[in-house]
């Protein structure tokens, strides 16, 4: 059974840098492509980033690129989301995904990790 596991949830500051981590046991980590997506109170849940297997391609929300950076650890099963310069609107729980294919749809993700929470004070 996969399990994805992320960490790293905290109430920070504006302006303030935030890295979230993705652990991955189960499966074969090396072959999925990773996501992460959040969902913010009251509000769906939406695309943030993905990864591919190789860490060859990634690919941004027009909300986060610039400030967001994805990358992956293949040795260790790991994913990691760094978040520069947050802004009160990326409060949000914040959820990584593993799914066959590089998307930005959450449908293409199988697994999904619980979940943790980003709160970006003003």
């Known amino acids: 059974q996969v399990q994805l596991v992320e960490s790293g949830g905290a109430l920070v500051q504006a302006g303030a840098s935030l890295r979230l981590s993705c652990a991955a046991s189960?499966?074969?980590?090396?072959?999925?492509?990773m996501g992460w997506f959040r969902q913010a109170p009251g509000k769906e849940r939406e695309f943030v980033a993905y990864i591919s297997p190789t860490a060859s391609s990634t690919y941004y929300s027009d909300d986060v690129k610039g400030r967001f950076s994805i990358s992956r650890d293949n040795a260790k099963n790991t994913v990691s989301l760094q978040m520069n310069s947050l802004k009160p609107e990326d409060t949000a729980v914040y959820y990584c995904?593993?799914?066959?294919?590089?998307?930005?749809?959450?449908?293409?993700?199988?697994?999904w990790g619980q979940g943790t929470p980003v709160t970006v004070s003003s």
């Open positions: 189960g499966g074969t980590f090396s072959s999925w492509a």
């Open positions: 995904a593993a799914g066959p294919l590089n998307s930005w749809e959450a449908k293409n993700y199988n697994y």
